[in-house]
């Protein structure tokens, strides 16, 4: 019974934090028929320094994926996600984490939108997410970042600015390569980098 409320609990919590995460205000619709959004390939030609945590990073806790530890993802299989394994697979506090950062990206992204109407189209806002330190704060998780990154993005019902970050992370960390995918476009929104994720999981899994 325990156990069961743990699960209840946990569930609650993940469908909070997406729900509220995923909404930054003001965000873009990242989709391939938006003109002022680069698909993933094109944007990942600039190499990111690795950086030092910041005084935001995430203390020792009691997740079972170690970073530097390989992630297998029983979870996934060819008859679909299991979503109460993957629940059960990741750590509260890493997920709120994670969360918390990318949500703060989001959020600067969207006060700068407003004081220049030109934001987007500059471009500024891929060079805003990848130089910010919260950003690399999640990237310095490692392989820990993997399911916590892949569940808020299995779970987003919209596939925005907030998804896009995460999934631009989760590629970053699993080191897959997409950028032959769509006729060489790479993916252009969260949407198309879960369905390419999850058949390169499966895979590796052959």
Known sequence: ???????????????????????????????????????????????????????????????????????????????????????????EKTLTFIAQQLQDICTKISEKEKKDKFYWLKGEWYHDVMDSKQYHNVILLENKAMKPLFLIIYKSPIAGLYEWICSKALTDISGFDFSNENNGAGWGNSKEFLEMFIDRVLEQKK
């Open 1 to 91: 019974m325990k156990l069961f409320k743990h699960y209840i609990f946990l569930a609650m919590l993940v469908i909070c934090l997406i729900l509220f995460f995923s909404s930054c205000k003001n965000q873009k619709d990242f989709s391939n028929n938006n003109n002022k959004i680069k698909t993933e390939k094109q944007v990942s030609t600039k190499k990111e320094e690795k950086l030092e945590p910041s005084e935001d990073k995430l203390e020792p806790n009691e997740d079972k994926t170690e970073p530097n530890e390989d992630v297998v993802w029983d979870e996934v299989t060819e008859n679909g996600v299991d979503e109460e394994l993957l629940l059960k697979n990741i750590d």
